[in-house]
């Protein structure tokens, strides 16, 4: 048996299906949210098969390979906690474990690079094309069914497809701008185009959570960049995609310009103690149980999957609203970490993300052109998901998770191959 699988993996195809598994993985997170689960678990599956073909090997990860895959391994650890926590009937740990299971991604991805031998720029920019004319089609067919959020409505969940379009759309700009500084003009264009599509994308699927992604990209980003005359361009491209942005929304009949509307109404509602609102409101109630959640078990949580339950337990002692009742998840990133899994949890993540920033910061100001938007990148992917995680449990969803640590796997795995040639 063993021979046989030996004789596969040196089959001259078998690198270029692995290959085409990894260039589909963006572009199957826009195309509808079942299908892209079912991808996430066949790309684990594969990965986790090539973990010990690369055991066998010998392959030898780089340090901050390993590190990457220790935070995800410690965060699905934490996560696995909540086994001990559960309520019976009403608890969800075996539906949430699976989200966590994203965690683990780099473990299984990591040695896919290795196999593969890839070009990770290369990928990821094929990826971010095609996921950009995933995301157009599906928007295209939204619109044309008179869906009420867009292509958001085809894919099944509006707010991840939103906030994932617009991660596309910067990173496919700020590859345009890589290509376009190197004199690559077409690819340039090309890419460019490819995140005006996203752009699109993502206004017309009523998500404001991208909106706000692209308002602080000028204070994330800008400074990182050292030429002045650089800097000056990367901000005349932001302020052109706002502009994109402020005519599409109210030059049009569109669900996002509906929302913001009531988005402002709904705030001024909520500063004279008015809670009511579908949107803001709820959410803010949602918030008020997590943080009740958090001091009821501050330093471990109530464990994955029990915010449910919890909430229902409120509820049924008249002590939250029963508007809120069929919410399953806090829909916001930082309150899911400290409801669920405490000061723990809170310090893991801030502990991981502080890496990730030092890391991609320090590559960010490389002299190499390439290393140095490869780390651009991955400030622009953590800065989003910051942004994100305002309004939705982003990090911790199947989408959401599996698209970051894809990418942020991608980036370090590329950005180490380059110092190393």
């Not at 599996?402 to 110092?419: D, E």
């Amino acid at each position: 048996m063993l021979t046989g699988i030996k004789v596969m993996l040196n089959y001259r195809a078998f690198p270029v299906l692995v290959f085409l598994l990894l260039l589909f993985f963006l572009p199957s997170m826009v195309y509808e949210k079942y299908f892209a689960k079912g991808y996430i678990h066949l790309v684990l599956l594969v990965g986790f098969g090539f973990v010990l073909y690369n055991n066998q090997k010998q392959v030898i990860f780089n340090k901050d390979e390993e590190k990457l895959i220790r935070f995800g391994f410690m965060i699905f650890v934490i996560a696995l906690i909540g086994f001990f926590q559960q309520t019976p009937g009403l608890t969800r740990f075996d539906a949430i474990i699976d989200n966590y299971l994203k965690a683990l991604l780099p473990l299984a991805l990591i040695p896919l690079f290795y196999f593969t031998k890839l070009n990770g720029l290369k990928l990821l920019v094929g990826s971010l094309l095609i996921a950009s004319l995933v995301a157009l089609g599906l928007s295209l067919y939204g619109e044309y069914q008179n869906m009420p959020r867009g292509g958001g409505t085809a894919h099944g969940s509006a707010i991840i497809f939103g906030d994932l379009a617009m991660l596309f759309t910067l990173l496919s700009g700020l590859f345009g701008f890589y290509f376009f500084k190197t004199k690559q003009y077409l690819l340039s264009i090309v890419l460019m185009i490819s995140c005006l599509l996203s752009l699109f994308s993502s206004v017309f699927s009523g998500t404001k959570g991208g909106l706000i992604a692209l308002l602080s990209l000028p204070f994330v980003v800008a400074p990182v960049i050292q030429d002045r005359k650089a800097r000056i361009i990367f901000i005349s491209i932001i302020l052109f995609l706002l502009g994109i942005v402020i005519s599409m929304i109210f030059g049009t009949e569109n669900l996002l310009k509906d929302r913001i509307i009531r988005g402002w109404t709904e705030m001024l509602q909520i500063l004279n103690g008015n809670f009511d609102g579908p949107s803001l409101g709820l959410r803010v109630q949602i918030w008020m149980v997590a943080w009740q959640a958090f001091l009821s078990s501050p330093i471990l949580g109530i464990g994955i999957g029990e915010f449910y339950a919890f909430k229902l337990n409120l509820i049924n002692s008249d002590m939250a609203s029963v508007d809120i009742q069929f919410y399953k998840h806090a829909h916001n990133e930082y309150f899911t970490i400290l409801s669920s899994m405490g000061l723990v949890g809170v310090v893991l993540y801030i502990w991981f993300f502080k890496w990730l920033l030092g890391y991609f910061y320090q590559h960010a100001i490389s002299s190499s052109y390439e290393i140095k938007f490869l780390g651009i990148a991955g400030l622009i992917t953590i800065m989003c998901y910051i942004d994100f995680s305002l309004s939705e449990s982003f990090l911790s969803s199947h989408l959401g998770g599996g698209t970051f640590f894809f990418v942020t796997s991608l980036l370090i795995f590329t950005i180490n191959k380059n110092k190393n040639i």
